[in-house]
């Protein structure tokens, strides 16, 4: 990642990060309803878009917090909204009907575990879509791909969600936050700026048609073609999936006997966890999706292949286990190793999350599928997730 300490970094905490990358990639409109962990990413907008031009709103809910975005989307102008995991269920009908209107907007969920994976991969809205979905780990990846975002909501005219959590918006670290290039994007020809009105040809930005009469024998009918419409849609986000490559982190699955898939925060805990217990003369490796939508299947499906056993840690009841079962399709022995686990509070703090826990929950399953042990199998420190039975 380039997004990392050098000269002129600062140490800041994530939320004010994510807010400076955005502002670094020409955010210029900022929309949502204070919710922890969210609500200092909405703070630092509200200091920080005025400096530059822009506009910050502190909207009445998280249902106006994206109609405003939308509005500020479908002039051109860069934008972005967000919320916790709760506040975006409110979101989910509107970010459908804006995927519809090939819009480019930057969503982020500053989440409280990992229990919204099903809804930021699988959407909570109406209709046959999908969008793009980045999970950083850590302040420094986090400044980047906040910036990638909007880079890949242009390049695709589709809304970006940035997965983060409450120890990303709350960690402190050293990051250099500046604008980066990730290359050409297409024109904003599709913007409603004002310069086609009263032409008898203006623009149309809508869940429905980007046309506003269809034509039939050289004459005008009035009404949509919406199954046309839909066609062309499912094409654009068919290529979207297709075409933009998977993002991953990975080490040591080359020779691992056991490869352990996490994702966001908790994947730095099972990084770090793994490595001692290379340190150890285990042979087992790691692999972090940084990309969930599309997801990295071909890694993952070899590296199961290679290894024969998977584990998945995820900080809810098994999500992402589903995308690693479906890349493994079989091939390999795949065991859940995660489960909820939260603070009183209920944002995430979890005792799950400490690197000589993991490392222990690592290495009984390394023992169990290696034969290490004599006699019946361990019980594992968690009850056994339903769906992670062989």
Aim: glycine fraction near 10%; proline fraction near 7%; include cysteine.
């Amino acid at each position: 990642m380039t997004a990392t300490a050098h000269a002129g970094a600062r140490i800041m905490p994530g939320s004010a990060a994510i807010a400076e990358a955005m502002i670094a990639a020409g955010c210029r409109f900022f929309a949502g309803y204070p919710m922890t962990p969210f609500t200092e990413v909405l703070e630092t907008m509200a200091a920080r878009l005025p400096d530059v031009g822009g506009v910050c709103v502190n909207a009445e809910s998280e249902l106006e917090a994206v109609g405003m975005a939308w509005g500020a989307a479908a002039t051109g102008t860069p934008a972005a909204t967000g919320s916790t995991g709760q506040g975006l269920s409110l979101m989910q009908e509107s970010l459908a009907e804006i995927v519809y209107s090939r819009l480019p907007l930057v969503v982020l969920n500053m989440a409280r575990a990992q229990g919204d994976y099903f809804q930021a991969t699988r959407g909570g809205g109406h209709g046959d879509y999908r969008h793009l979905v980045l999970a950083p780990c850590g302040v420094p990846e986090a400044a980047e791909l906040t910036q990638l975002a909007f880079h890949l909501a242009e390049k695709w005219r589709a809304p970006v969600l940035v997965m983060g959590d409450y120890y990303l918006a709350h960690t402190h670290q050293s990051v250099s936050v500046t604008p980066l290039d990730f290359g050409p994007l297409p024109p904003r020809d599709w913007a409603l700026d004002g310069s086609t009105g009263g032409t008898g040809a203006a623009k149309l930005v809508s869940p429905l048609s980007d046309a506003k009469q269809r034509h039939a024998a050289g004459r005008a009918d009035a009404g949509y073609d919406l199954a046309e419409f839909y066609h062309r849609h499912v094409a654009a986000m068919e290529r979207m999936v297709t075409d933009e490559p998977p993002r991953h982190e990975a080490g040591f699955t080359d020779d691992a006997e056991l490869v352990v898939i996490a994702y966001g925060t908790p994947g730095g805990y099972v990084r770090q966890a793994v490595r001692e217990l290379r340190a150890e003369g285990r042979r087992i490796g790691w692999l972090r999706p940084i990309t969930l939508v599309p997801f990295p299947s071909d890694v993952v499906a070899e590296a199961a292949r290679r290894a024969g056993s998977v584990a998945v840690y995820e900080n809810n009841q098994g999500q992402m286990l589903d995308d690693v079962r479906l890349a493994v399709l079989g091939s390999a022995d795949v065991r859940f190793i995660g489960g909820l686990s939260l603070d009183p509070s209920g944002f995430g703090i979890a005792p799950d999350l400490d690197v000589a826990l993991l490392k222990r929950r690592i290495a009984d399953l390394h023992d169990a599928v290696t034969g290490r042990r004599r006699g019946p199998e361990p019980e594992p420190p968690h009850r056994e997730h339903p769906r992670s039975r062989p």
